[in-house]
Nanobody, 124 residues
């Protein structure tokens, strides 16, 4: 089955940290760039971060630069998003999506596979 599964979301206080995981179910992620997106009620979907298939290239939305780190462990068929210094405005459903290229990773419309999302809530 061509599916991604996110995990690691939850409730955290401002300034806290979470690590999200994106794992492939039924296929390997080795050939895909992986992007993280988020969406909160009343807000547009936002591309948060992307990592190339090899892990050698990354990019981040300005809103998360310096706080979030994307990485991957292809041996474990998993991509991670380490989120530090979390803010209430980071509250959203976070979804990972696989793309055929690093450039395509930035586009929700060009995604190949994706997950159902994991809720991140940052609140005191």
């Amino acid at each position: 089955q061509l599916q991604l599964v996110e995990s690691g979301g939850g409730l955290v206080q401002p300034g806290g940290s979470l690590r999200l995981s994106c794992a492939a179910s039924g296929f390997t992620l080795d050939y895909y760039a992986i992007g993280w997106f988020r969406q909160a009620p009343g807000k547009e979907r936002e591309g948060v971060s992307c990592v190339s298939s090899s892990g050698s290239s990354t990019d981040y939305a300005d809103s998360v630069k310096g706080r979030f780190t994307i990485s991957r462990d292809n041996a474990k068929n998993t991509v991670y998003l380490q989120m530090n210094s979390l803010k209430p405005e980071d509250t959203a459903v976070y979804v990972c999506a696989a793309a055929s290229s690093f450039a395509a990773c930035r586009s929700w419309a060009l995604r190949k596979y994706w997950g159902q999302g994991t809720q991140v809530t940052v609140s005191s």
